[in-house]
T-cell receptor, first 112, second 113 residues
Framework: DQQVKQNSPSLSVQEGRISILNCDYT??????FLWYKKYPAEGPTFLIS?????DKNEDGRFTVFLNKSAKHLSLHIVPSQPGDSAVYFC???????????FGKGTRLSVIA | KAGVTQTPRYLIKTRGQQVTLSCSPI?????VSWYQQTPGQGLQFLFE???????NKGNFPGRFSGRQFSNSRSEMNVSTLELGDSALYLC????????????FGPGTRLTVL
C-alpha cells in the first residue's frame, strides 16, 4: 500500500523553463509534507516543506503547492537550471512521533 | 557542524553473511532513522531510534535490527544476507522526534553476491 505516490519516474525540462513535479498521497492524516533532492552517491538533501495549514510555500526558485481536497502537492522550480538535475523525493508524515513516508522519486533532467 | 556520517561507504558481502553499518548523527541530534533505497522503490523506512530506544519500526523482517548508543550513534545489523538486501542504506538524524526535517548521511552501498 503506497501512501505517497510520484507517478512520473522521470521528467525532462529545458533550462530556464518551469519544472513541475507532482506527488499524490492517500493518507488524510498526513499533515506535513517535504521535498528532498538527491544527487548520485549522496544522501537526500532537504529542499522545502509545507504544513497542512498552508496551501503554498515559497523559497527562492522553489514553490510547493498543497491541495488537501485532492490530496496532491506539487513542486515548482522556476527557472530550471542544469544543476537542478537530480532525483526528487516527496515525503509526508502524520503529527506525533511518526516516520516520514517517501514516494519513489522523480528523476528531473534539465537540458541546457 | 559536521553532517551525518556513515561507515563504511561501500561494502560487498556474500549470501548468508551478516553485516553491521554505522551512523554518527549531527551533534546534538538524538533521533536517528534508517532507510533502505533500492532502484524503483524509493526510500523505505526501517526503524527510528530516540534516546537509545526504538520508537518506530517499518515492515522489514527480523533479520534487520538496530541499536543506538548513549552518544546517539547508531548501528544497524542485517543477518543472513540475501541477494535482495543489496541496496543503499541511508541514515538520517534530527534533533528530536518533534522535528519534521531529517538530515541524511551519504549512505552505505551494500552489495550482496
Amino acid at each position: 500500500d503506497q501512501q505517497v505516490k510520484q507517478n512520473s519516474p522521470s521528467l525532462s525540462v529545458q533550462e530556464g523553463r518551469i519544472s513541475i513535479l507532482n506527488c499524490d498521497y492517500t493518507n488524510s492524516m498526513f499533515d506535513y509534507f517535504l521535498w528532498y533532492k538527491k544527487y548520485p552517491a549522496e544522501g537526500p538533501t532537504f529542499l522545502i516543506s509545507i504544513s497542512s495549514i498552508k496551501d503554498k510555500n515559497e523559497d527562492g526558485r522553489f514553490t510547493v503547492f498543497l491541495n488537501k481536497s485532492a490530496k496532491h502537492l506539487s513542486l515548482h522550480i522556476v527557472p530550471s537550471q542544469p544543476g537542478d538535475s537530480a532525483v526528487y523525493f516527496c515525503a509526508a508524515r502524520r503529527s506525533g512521533n511518526t516516520p516520514l513516508v517517501f514516494g519513489k522519486g522523480t528523476r528531473l533532467s534539465v537540458i541546457a | 557542524k559536521a553532517g551525518v556520517t556513515q561507515t563504511p561507504r561501500y561494502l560487498i558481502k556474500t549470501r548468508g553473511q551478516q553485516v553491521t553499518l554505522s551512523c554518527s548523527p549531527i551533534s546534538g541530534h538524538r533521533s536517528v532513522s534508517w532507510y533502505q533505497q533500492t532502484p524503483g522503490q524509493g526510500l523505505q523506512f526501517l526503524f527510528e531510534y530516540f534516546s537509545e530506544t526504538q520508537r518506530n519500526k517499518g515492515n522489514f523482517p527480523g533479520r534487520f535490527s538496530g541499536r543506538q548508543f548513549s552518544n546517539s550513534r547508531s548501528e544497524m545489523n542485517v543477518s543472513t544476507l540475501e541477494l535482495g538486501d543489496s541496496a543503499l542504506y541511508l541514515c538520517a538524524s534530527r534533533p528530536g522526534q518533534a522535528n519534521n526535517e531529517q538530515f541524511f548521511g551519504p549512505g552505505t552501498r551494500l552489495t550482496v553476491l
